[in-house]
C-alpha cells in the first residue's frame, strides 16, 4: 500500500508538473504576442523604403548584443530562391500557408530569410522561412512570425521575431544619428528587457 501510495504522489507530481510547464509555456507566448502586437500597431512599412544599403542595430529587447554590430540588408528575391524554398517546403510534415513572397533578408555568417507577406494582410507582419544550405542539402525551418514598422519617415527600423519576442531598433549604417538619439527613440516602446547594441561604435562627428 505504501508502495502504490508513493506511485500515486509521484503520478500527481508529474501531472502537476506538466501542467505548470505548459501554463508557463502559454503565459510565454501571450508575452510574445503581445510584443508583436504592440510592433503592429498602428503599421507603417514599405518594401522600397528598406531595401539597398545596409540596416545596422544599435538597441534591442531580450536580447544582448553588447559590443557585436548585427548588420542586414534587405532585397527582392530571385525567383529560383523562391522556387527552391517552396520546393523545400513541400516536404515539410506541417506545411505552412505561404502567400506573395515579398523581400530576403540576408545576414553575414547567417542563412537568409524569405518573408512572405501575412495572410492578414497587415503592412509590416510577415512569415519568415529561414534557407539554409549544409552539406548541400537545402533545409528550411519553421516559419517566422516576423512584424516591422518604419519610424520617423524610415530612419529608423523596428523588427520583432514574433516566435521569441527578441525585438531590434536598427537605422542605415551609413546614415546613423548619435546614440542619445537612438536611445530617444527606443525608450517610447515596452517590448521586454531593454539592451544597447554595438556598444563600442563612435557617435558621428558633428
Known amino acids: 500500500m505504501a508502495i502504490l501510495s ?18 508557463q509555456k502559454s503565459d510565454i507566448r501571450t508575452y510574445y504576442d503581445a ?9 507603417f512599412f514599405e518594401d522600397k523604403a ?13 536580447m544582448q548584443l553588447d559590443e557585436y554590430c548585427l ?3 534587405f532585397k527582392y528575391a ?36 524569405l518573408l512572405f507577406n501575412d ?8 512569415v519568415g522561412m529561414i534557407y539554409d544550405t549544409v552539406e548541400n542539402k537545402k533545409m528550411p525551418k519553421k516559419p517566422h512570425k516576423m512584424a516591422m514598422k518604419l519610424l520617423h519617415k524610415g530612419q529608423y527600423l523596428l523588427m520583432t521575431d514574433c516566435s521569441f519576442g527578441t525585438t531590434s531598433l536598427s537605422v542605415r549604417k551609413d546614415n546613423r544619428p548619435k546614440r542619445a538619439e537612438i536611445e530617444a527613440v527606443a525608450v517610447n516602446f515596452t517590448l521586454g528587457d531593454p539592451f544597447p547594441a554595438c556598444i563600442m561604435d563612435k557617435d558621428p562627428e558633428e
Open 50 to 62: 528598406v531595401i539597398g544599403k545596409p540596416w545596422r542595430v544599435y538597441f534591442t529587447w531580450n
Open 6 to 23: 508513493t506511485i500515486g504522489i509521484l503520478v500527481v507530481t508529474i501531472l502537476v508538473s506538466e501542467v505548470a510547464v505548459l501554463e
Open 119 to 126: 495572410l492578414s494582410g497587415i503592412p509590416g507582419l510577415f
Open 35 to 43: 510584443i508583436c502586437n504592440n510592433v503592429t500597431k498602428d503599421p
Open 78 to 113: 530571385d525567383k529560383l530562391t523562391v522556387s527552391r524554398l517552396k520546393f523545400d517546403v513541400e516536404s515539410m510534415k506541417i506545411k505552412p500557408t505561404l502567400s506573395k513572397e515579398v523581400l530576403l533578408i540576408s545576414m553575414i555568417a547567417s542563412p537568409d530569410m
Open 71 to 73: 548588420e542586414f540588408t
